[in-house]
């Protein structure tokens, strides 16, 4: 039995079939091949969709809680801003004294520099000391509140003091007496303590949060925090602006490290400043990958497997086909082998049939001839003979009808080659009994 008859028993496919099986296995393999990972993909591709889903959800989530921690700082601030603002107003000459009780109650590090612009913009106090004096005019902070007349907190984009040669970030109130500006408080707050409250925050290495004011400036960021100061976000990011949306979620590439993140932004509800988170969507979407990465290469396993088998059918059923044909051509050169042998065997009977035919009458013509002398010397020279004579004329009369007999059975034998044979039982004790017998006769004669 070869492997075909093992793997389908009792089932032989045609010949003409065995090209259309390999071909259903190949097409069915292609169609499972197709299929299963059509749906690899599909599945990866919805995982992946589910976890940054999840990813927006959690950032929101992040985003929305450090917004509510930032707005935390910035009212401290402002509520000391306040302070120290009605504070001069009613009392500069206590100035530095309130300046200390103030500085003492925020925490260590987060203000560096407390300091008042008069009217005319020029520095009046600095808790650092004042060396000569500071024309300070022409910054954004204190011509803000020198051209409205809102009674606001304004928060600056990170400047290098002219004074403390250090990055701060200025936070100001106006001074007002009986509607009047007497001058401008400034609290300038360390990026670095904004940045401390960002990195405080559970987040991966390669997340982001950073602290911007609507115009785009950097106020604070986690990573490459020293580089971001000074800069600002590109101009065409969703949540710069004063109609931008309070929260919001885009996916982009970083500008500073190319590190494609999913991010999430929340305004604070009481100054114009947005937080932004960015989780990175490798670190988030890694365990997934890695999941995938697996179902992959056992999906490769399963698919090589498939068309392991796929091939090694193929391969059986080619096998099974050269088998056949190779069969073929044997029965095919055997049946030319039996025409060719036919054919000679027909061609010795018939030389058979004509030698026997001569046989039977180029000795039946001599054989006549003696039974006729012998028959007449026993009819008319029998007395002259005498007995011996009449005894030797018997013998050739005797060995004349045995030979006529030899020659029917001859005849008789030749003729079997044309018969169909007939199975009969046959007692060879008897048959050998008689050949004895007549072997003694002819002994005896």
Do not use: C
Request: positive net charge.
């Amino acid at each position: 039995m070869n492997l075909i008859d093992k793997l389908l028993p009792g089932i032989r496919a045609p010949r003409r079939y065995l090209g259309l099986a390999v071909g259903l296995v190949f097409l069915f393999s292609t169609l499972a091949t197709g299929l299963y990972w059509w749906q690899m993909t599909t599945s990866a591709t919805r995982l992946r969709q589910e976890t940054l889903s999840q990813a927006e959800l959690r950032g929101g989530q992040i985003a929305a809680a450090t917004a509510h921690v930032i707005s935390g700082l910035f009212r401290a601030v402002d509520i000391s801003a306040i302070e120290l603002a009605n504070h001069y107003v009613s009392d500069a000459a206590t100035f530095d004294r309130k300046v200390k009780e103030v500085e003492a109650r925020l925490p260590a590090g987060s203000v560096i520099q407390v300091g008042v612009v008069d009217r005319n913009g020029y520095l009046a106090y600095s808790n650092l000391g004042m060396s000569e004096r500071t024309f300070l005019g022409d910054r954004e902070h204190v011509k803000v509140h020198v051209e409205s007349t809102e009674d606001r907190l304004f928060v600056s984009r990170p400047l290098l003091g002219r004074v403390s040669k250090q990055w701060t970030v200025q936070f100001t109130r106006p001074m007002r007496r009986n509607g009047a500006l007497v001058g401008v408080v400034v609290m300038s707050v360390s990026p670095t303590y904004l940045r401390n409250a960002l990195t405080s925050l559970t987040l991966g290495s390669d997340d982001s949060a950073a602290i911007f004011r609507l115009s785009g400036e950097y106020l604070a960021r986690n990573l490459n925090h020293e580089s971001s100061l000074g800069k600002s976000a590109p101009a065409d990011r969703p949540f710069l602006g004063d109609a931008a949306p309070a929260t919001g979620m885009m996916r982009v590439i970083s500008n500073f490290d190319g590190t494609p993140r999913i991010y999430r932004w929340q305004r604070l509800s009481d100054y114009p400043i947005t937080v932004v988170l960015g989780l990175s969507e490798g670190a988030f979407l890694a365990p997934v990958e890695r999941i995938i990465a697996l179902d992959r290469r056992n999906g490769m396993i399963g698919t090589g497997l498939l068309w392991s088998f796929a091939f090694a059918v193929a391969f059986l059923f080619k096998r099974q086909r050269a088998a056949e044909r190779a069969l073929a051509e044997l029965n095919a050169e055997l049946e030319q082998r039996v025409v060719e042998r036919t054919a000679q065997l027909e061609t010795a009977n018939r030389e058979l049939a004509d030698f026997s035919y001569s046989i039977s009458h180029d000795l039946r013509s001599p054989l006549r001839a003696v039974a006729s002398f012998a028959k007449i010397l026993e009819d008319d020279y029998a007395a002259s003979l005498g007995e011996e004579g009449r005894r030797m004329v018997r013998v050739i009369q005797q060995s004349g009808v045995r030979m006529g007999r030899l020659i029917d059975g001859l005849l008789d034998y030749l003729a079997l080659s044309r018969k169909k044979l007939q199975f009969v039982r046959i007692d060879m004790g008897k048959l050998a009994g008689e050949a004895v017998a007549l072997e003694a006769a002819s002994d005896r004669t």
